[in-house]
């Protein structure tokens, strides 16, 4: 009897001892996903802010060229190259097919693809249509 009850002792320790791990690996692990969680918040709100910079960097760009200002004064004051002014200028004569497919009740991405122009080009012809 000595002996069955020293392995039952033994086997008790040991799932003693495995719940104690499963305890403690469960622990980690939610430590790791509120760090993780953490982390993804913080470059999800960096990517969000990129994304909005770079809208707005488009749209001014774009606003800037319809209003008939130079490519080299937009980038000096949005501070971007003259060559990605060059780049939204040479999709100008595009606003009226743009403007056709919008009203024709296209969407942005469809637009986008048949023309091969960027999705921010056609929002922004979409912005500039709905404030009329």
Not at 68 to 88: C, E, Q
């Amino acid at each position: 009897w000595a002996e069955a009850r020293q392995k039952l002792k033994s086997m008790i320790m040991t799932n003693h001892a495995m719940d104690v791990l499963e305890d403690v690996k469960t622990e980690g692990y939610q430590e790791g996903l509120e760090v993780g969680v953490e982390k993804g918040f913080e470059k999800g709100i960096e990517k969000g802010v990129e994304v909005g910079q770079r809208r707005k960097t488009y749209f001014g760009t774009y606003n800037m060229l319809r209003k008939g200002f130079s490519s080299a004064m937009i980038a000096d004051i949005l501070d971007v190259p003259v060559s990605f002014v060059a780049d939204v200028k040479k999709l100008l004569v595009q606003v009226p097919r743009t403007v056709d497919l919008l009203k024709e009740g296209k969407g942005i991405e469809k637009i986008s693809k048949k023309l091969n122009a960027p999705i921010l080009f056609v929002e922004a012809v979409k912005l500039e249509l709905e404030k009329k």
